[in-house]
């Protein structure tokens, strides 16, 4: 394997409009890759429809830029034919989580080893600011001028619902926290949803802005990483500990709290349900957690379907077409 | 022992083998077909079974039947009505006794018409054959079940297990009556449960018992009949249904093209027996994925096309409509795929079992945007093999989604499959991206045919990005100019109608007929009988068939002009007539539509087309 550098990831000018947080994003995604390592001609990067959707438009990859809402499909046959394939999908809250919703959760629930970048920016930025499955209750859109009447999707329990083994969150201006996530994505045998928070400077702008910028992301973000105790804050003088049934926020040092009752973060935990509690806090009695919250092993589905095909070949009798035809029953005629 | 019983020599019998779902009559029905086949005959058989899972058992909808129709000369189709009508209990005979010829035998299992099994079957007195007229001298009465009983009474098996060996009692008795060696059936079931030798020789025994009842007792029947065998064409033989041959013919393109074979599908009557068949044959290197609906079926199959697979989507009814979206993407794409589509009945859910030509105009324009896709139909159960691979071929090699047509008639039928050789099969060249383009080539470059060139993900130096929004031309990114929209369009259609096809071949009285019969895809055998009984009759007519629908054989227009009369002949409402309209000037044809979800009937097409030969 060469060495590479983001430029050998790169292709053309990006069109999104100026301040999205797509650019932000491309820049981590060229840099992860090269560090990651694995060639260009070898990676296939595979979107629906949305303005994050033009990604593979700015990849020296492989790619394509496909129809709304099936990217999880089409990259399942892509993974599954060409297992060699390092696989990356890229789509939009509306493209993953509503059009494409069904192929999210069962490509979760089968496992195949592809890494999903879901850009959420809880609006429909390509048509023009209609509200999205993940926009908020009462949230006031072209569609919706009266505020919405539905309660969100919050992709992590979509991911979670669906046997998800691996779920990541960063936000689209932090480089160096994309870069993390999506090095352990690929790292991650199986899908592996990364969720970057990213702001639409045009249709819902401040969505994510209490974690945009790196001072508030210091007062209002905890960075998990597996091992290590939950602290956070400016000072890291606050951390999470377990309460009953749910999570609480404590600071160090008053109340006789001292870092040993500091929960520590086990992304690998079979069991989900306090990953899960991480990945929906939010504020303003909780830190938005960004990282690798989980991140358990499990067979993949593109490993097991070629492990059976190899199996199957060395029971049955047959590995030609011609061969196939004997074993039926036949009769001659003379 | 009587000496007196003859031995007529036939050319062609029918057999409807009908009782409960679960009581093997497609077994006995296959069983009977391989041994006529063995003896040179030529079969084609039809299964016809309910929709329900398992209705009640001896319920009137819970019937199921095989026909098999075995002939000395070709025989096109599993028959209209039927000449031996096996019934296996009450339900049975009430509901398939209208498909048994005036003058059929009937063989009933007297065991199975008792009270209780009467009174499923809805019969209002304890005398069937009167209430349904049916003449006592047609019909063979054996105590079926309890002479199985008898002859396997010393197995020890459970009566459970004797009585599903009831079938091939009824087998017995058949073949005794069409002069059968039921050593062939022997020699069968010998393979078939090689694994369980006591289960053969059950099931052997039970053959040899229904064999000797007809034999000894001579039944009601005054004649014994042998089935001649002429034109046979030598070789090694199987028997297999459309869906099998189209699954097999895939495999065989797959390994013909050097590729791996793909399906994504998604469960769907009558297409299901495709993945099903696909599925096993992972010793072949075949992938199938369940997918978790229609759309991600045909989409992933686009996924797999891109990463350089043969990939195949498989359907059915409803399914199509969800597959358009991803076929068109393979459209725009260029990629190589193709979507078997086993017509039923429709709209809707429709009627999932049984077989229609509905989907014709869908699938030719049933797309957003101008999406041109070439359409084959497979004309019957043993084409399907060829059809699946000129399908598979035509897509790899013009880079281009191909529909391939079945109908459920097709593909559950069966025919006499002779053994093909891949090494007289022609061979299948995608258009790689050749070496020498390598730094120059960009993704929409045509070759000579006007195909956009393959290169497939892991090879360097080809990165490239496809996608459902209209590229440029030369550089193959985004592109809204309308000259550009325009000039693709234009390529893309001008791509599938340059695909070459064989000619429309015309038989019968091809120089000086009164009426040209047309017809597409699986009522070929009906068109066919249709015309030769007409001819018979001293009528001049043709039957032209089509298998090719888009692009259209070059000379379908001088075909269809050459005649006074052409009638079109389909199972919808004249899609095919609609699209020859619109393609061939001035062409106005007769038509002959019939969308009851039955196979068409020859007796009701040759009256139809009398009627039009005479005005």
């Given at each position: ?13 990006p ?11 491309l820049?981590?995604?060229h ?9 260009p001609h070898?990676?296939a ?6 303005c ?6 700015y ?5 394509m830029?496909?129809?709304h ?7 399942t046959?892509c993974k ?5 394939l390092s696989?990356?999908q ?10 494409g919703?069904n192929?999210f959760?069962?490509?979760n629930r ?6 999903i970048v879901l850009l959420?920016n809880?609006?429909?930025g390509?048509t023009?600011?209609q ?8 949230f ?9 009447v539905e309660d ?9 619902g669906a046997r ?7 936000v ?12 352990a994505?690929?790292?991650?045998k199986g899908t ?5 928070l ?5 249709f819902n702008n401040g ?8 001072p508030e ?9 597996h091992?290590?105790?939950l602290?956070?804050?400016e000072?890291?003088e606050?951390g ?21 009752d500091i929960?520590v ?5 079979q069991?989900n ?8 806090m ?11 919250i989980?991140?358990?092993?499990a067979?993949?589905y ?10 199957i070949?060395h029971?049955?009798p ?5 061969e196939?035809?004997?074993t039926n029953d ?5 | ?15 409807l083998?009908s ?11 296959n ?7 063995t ?20 319920s ?15 025989s096109?189709?599993?028959g209209?009505?039927?000449d031996?009508?096996?019934?296996m ?5 009430k509901?398939q006794y209208?498909q048994?010829?005036?003058n059929?035998?009937?063989i009933?299992d ?25 003449d ?18 010393d197995t ?7 009585l ?8 017995g008795?058949v073949?005794?009556l ?5 050593q062939?059936?022997f020699?069968?079931l ?11 020789e059950a099931?052997?025994r ?18 014994v009949y ?26 065989a393109?797959a ?12 469960p769907?009557?009558?297409?299901t027996?495709v993945?099903h068949?696909?599925?096993k044959h ?5 992938t199938?994925v369940?997918?978790?609906?229609e759309?991600?079926?045909c989409?992933?199959s ?5 990463a ?8 059915s009814?409803p ?24 017509q039923r009945?429709?709209?809707a ?8 030509q ?7 324009f049933g ?11 497979a ?8 059809a699946?691979?000129?399908a598979?071929k035509?897509?790899?090699e013009?880079?281009?989604p ?10 559950n039928?069966s025919?006499?499959?002779r ?7 022609p ?6 991206v050749?070496?020498e383009l390598?730094?120059t080539w ?24 496809l ?15 309308p000259?550009n ?7 893309r259609?001008?791509?599938v ?5 064989p ?8 120089n000086?007929?009164d009426l ?10 009906h ?6 009984t007409l001819?018979?009759?001293?009528y001049?007519v043709?039957?032209?068939?089509f298998?090719?629908?888009n ?10 002009k ?8 389909e199972?919808n409402m ?12 001035g062409?106005?044809?007769?038509q002959?539509?019939?969308v009851?979800?039955q196979?068409?009937?020859?007796n ?12």
């Amino acid at each position: 394997m060469a060495e590479h550098t983001a430029q050998d990831y790169k292709k053309g000018q990006p069109r999104w409009c100026p301040g999205c947080g797509d650019h932000f994003f491309l820049g981590a995604f060229h840099k992860a890759l090269a560090e990651i390592g694995v060639e260009p001609h070898d990676t296939a990067v595979i979107s629906g429809i949305g303005c994050s959707s033009r990604l593979p438009h700015y990849m020296a990859t492989y790619g394509m830029n496909t129809i709304h809402g099936r990217a999880a499909a089409i990259a399942t046959g892509c993974k599954v034919a060409n297992p060699h394939l390092s696989v990356w999908q890229i789509s939009g809250d509306g493209d993953g989580l509503a059009i494409g919703g069904n192929h999210f959760i069962h490509a979760n629930r089968r496992n195949i080893d592809i890494n999903i970048v879901l850009l959420n920016n809880r609006i429909y930025g390509l048509t023009k600011g209609q509200y999205s499955p993940t926009s908020p209750r009462g949230f006031v859109s072209k569609s919706s001028p009266y505020g919405t009447v539905e309660d969100p999707f919050r992709p992590a329990e979509l991911c979670f619902g669906a046997r998800g083994r691996f779920f990541a969150r960063a936000v689209a201006t932090d480089a160096q926290g994309c870069i993390d996530i999506l090095k352990a994505a690929h790292a991650h045998k199986g899908t592996a949803v990364c969720e970057i928070l990213q702001n639409c400077v045009i249709f819902n702008n401040g969505t994510h802005d209490s974690v945009y910028s790196k001072p508030e992301r210091a007062k209002h973000a905890i960075y998990v990483e597996h091992g290590k105790p939950l602290v956070f804050g400016e000072n890291n003088e606050f951390g999470l500990v377990q309460e009953g049934f749910g999570l609480k926020v404590v600071k160090i040092g008053e109340n006789g709290i001292t870092e040993k009752d500091i929960l520590v973060h086990d992304a690998h935990c079979q069991d989900n349900t306090l990953q899960l509690k991480l990945a929906l806090m939010e504020g303003p009695d909780f830190p938005i957690a960004l990282g690798v919250i989980r991140d358990v092993e499990a067979p993949t589905y593109d490993e097991a379907v070629a492990e059976q095909i190899d199996q199957i070949a060395h029971k049955k009798p047959y590995h030609n077409f011609a061969e196939l035809l004997e074993t039926n029953d036949t009769w001659e005629i003379k | 022992m009587k000496e007196d019983v003859s031995v007529k020599h036939i050319d062609d019998v029918v057999v409807l083998f009908s009782g409960d779902s679960g009581d093997g009559m497609q077994l006995a029905g296959n069983i009977f077909s391989t041994v006529s086949a063995t003896l040179g005959n030529s079969i084609s058989t039809f299964p016809n079974y309910p929709a329900d899972i398992r209705a009640p058992q001896g319920s009137l909808t819970g019937v199921s039947g095989f026909k098999v129709h075995v002939s000395a000369d070709q025989s096109y189709t599993p028959g209209d009505q039927c000449d031996v009508l096996v019934a296996m209990n009450a339900a049975a005979l009430k509901t398939q006794y209208k498909q048994a010829k005036p003058n059929a035998t009937i063989i009933i299992d007297a065991d199975a018409f008792q009270a209780k099994d009467l009174e499923k079957a809805e019969f209002k007195t304890d005398d069937p054959l009167g209430e349904m007229g049916i003449d006592h001298d047609r019909v063979i009465i054996c105590h079926m079940t309890q002479m199985v009983k008898d002859c396997l009474a010393d197995t020890g098996m459970d009566v459970k297990s004797m009585l599903k060996c009831r079938n091939m009692f009824a087998l017995g008795l058949v073949c005794w009556l069409y002069s059968r060696d039921i050593q062939i059936a022997f020699n069968f079931l010998h393979e078939k449960f090689a694994k369980k030798p006591e289960i053969a020789e059950a099931n052997i025994r039970v053959i040899q018992a229904g064999y000797d009842f007809g034999h000894n007792t001579h039944s009601s029947a005054a004649n014994v009949y042998y089935i001649d065998a002429h034109n046979k064409q030598s070789g090694r033989y199987m028997d297999i249904t459309g869906n099998k041959a189209t699954a097999y013919g895939f495999i065989a393109a797959a390994e013909k093209a050097g590729l791996k074979l793909y399906l994504g599908s998604y469960p769907i009557t009558p297409a299901t027996d495709v993945l099903h068949e696909l599925a096993k044959h992972k010793s072949l290197g075949v992938t199938t994925v369940q997918c978790e609906d229609e759309i991600a079926g045909c989409a992933s199959s686009v996924g797999a096309a891109f990463a350089g697979a043969l990939a195949v989507t498989s359907t059915s009814g409803p399914g199509i409509c969800l597959k358009s979206e991803a076929m068109n993407l393979a459209v725009i794409m260029e990629l190589p795929l193709v979507v078997l589509d086993v017509q039923r009945g429709g709209p809707a859910t429709g009627l999932p079992t049984k077989s229609e030509q509905t989907d014709l105009l869908q699938v030719l324009f049933g797309r957003n945007g101008e999406s041109p896709m070439p359409v084959l139909a497979a004309t019957s159960p043993t084409d399907c093999f060829d059809a699946a691979y000129e399908a598979s071929k035509m897509a790899l090699e013009h880079m281009t989604p191909v529909v391939l047509l079945t109908d459920a008639f097709v593909a559950n039928g069966s025919g006499a499959f002779r053994l093909p050789d891949l090494n007289e099969y022609p061979a299948i060249r995608p258009p790689y991206v050749p070496e020498e383009l390598r730094g120059t080539w960009t993704p929409y470059q045509r070759n000579a045919e006007g195909s956009r060139y393959w290169a497939i993900p892991g090879r360097e130096g080809f990165t490239h990005i496809l996608g459902g929004l209209e590229k440029d031309n030369l550089t193959g990114a985004i592109s809204t100019d309308p000259e550009n929209h325009d000039l693709m369009t234009r390529l893309r259609q001008q791509k599938v109608d340059k695909i070459p096809v064989p000619d429309l071949h015309v038989a019968g009285d091809v120089n000086d007929a009164d009426l040209l019969i047309v017809g597409f895809g699986g009522t070929f055998g009906h068109l066919r009988e249709a015309m030769q009984t007409l001819r018979q009759q001293g009528y001049k007519v043709a039957h032209a068939h089509f298998k090719y629908i888009n692009p259209l054989p070059k000379n379908t227009a001088e075909v269809l002009k050459k005649y006074p009369k052409v009638v079109v002949a389909e199972q919808n409402m004249g899609q095919l007539a609609a699209f020859l309209r619109m393609k061939v000037d001035g062409f106005v044809p007769q038509q002959f539509n019939q969308v009851k979800g039955q196979p068409f009937v020859v007796n009701e097409l040759v009256t139809a087309f009398q009627n039009l030969l005479n005005a």
